[in-house]
């Protein structure tokens, strides 16, 4: 049995989105429980207030979860849909930014996992191939067909007389 091996930016990413998660553990536990005490959070409450304090937390609570849960789908969507990689990139550098943004709490846990989200969606964007990739299609019209204009209603026994037809129809518009 073969195992696939999962790739960098898929790892980055996910551990970006675990940690993420995993950072809103304390901040939900306080809500609940009193920890104990932290000089950074001690400040932080009696600049905020306890009310300020108390919604700080929930702002916390809510950007770590949503960015985390984010961040998890960004990745398992990379491992999926390779094609797209590029794109996938792109939001999990976005999400991750925003994140940090999010939390409006600038410290060494939250800057790691951002550094951790733009590394993962750096690596995306770089094996990504770019933009929507066409695949080369032959083009064989229908013999003994009727082409028909649904602008006008005007029928023409060949493509090549409607393409003329609708050209002059882009123009026109």
């Known amino acids: 049995m073969i195992k696939k091996r999962h790739s960098v930016e ?23 429980i009193q920890l104990p005490s932290d ?10 207030g306890e009310e300020g304090f108390r919604l700080a ?12 849960i984010m961040l998890i789908v960004l990745a ?3 491992e999926r849909h390779p094609r797209d990689l590029r794109h996938y990139g792109i939001m999990t550098i976005i999400v991750s930014v925003v994140s940090l943004v999010g ?8 800057i790691i996992i951002t550094l951790i989200g733009i590394a993962g969606g750096s690596i995306a964007i ?9 695949i080369d299609a032959t083009y064989k019209p229908i013999e003994h067909a009727e082409y028909f204009c649904s602008k006008c209603n005007i029928m023409f026994s060949s493509d090549n007389e409607l393409r003329k037809h609708m050209v002059k129809h882009i123009e026109y518009d």
């Open 39 to 48: 000089i950074i959070f001690d400040r932080f409450r009696l600049e905020l």
């Open 126 to 134: 770089i094996r990504g191939r770019e933009g929507v990739i066409m």
């Open 103 to 110: 939390m409006g709490l600038i410290h060494v846990v939250s």
């Open 10 to 32: 898929y790892i980055l990413t996910m551990i970006a989105g675990i940690i993420m998660l995993v950072n809103s553990i304390p901040f939900i536990a306080s809500l609940f």
């Open 76 to 78: 398992t969507m990379m």
């Open 57 to 68: 937390q929930i702002r916390i609570i809510t950007s770590s979860l949503l960015s985390g």
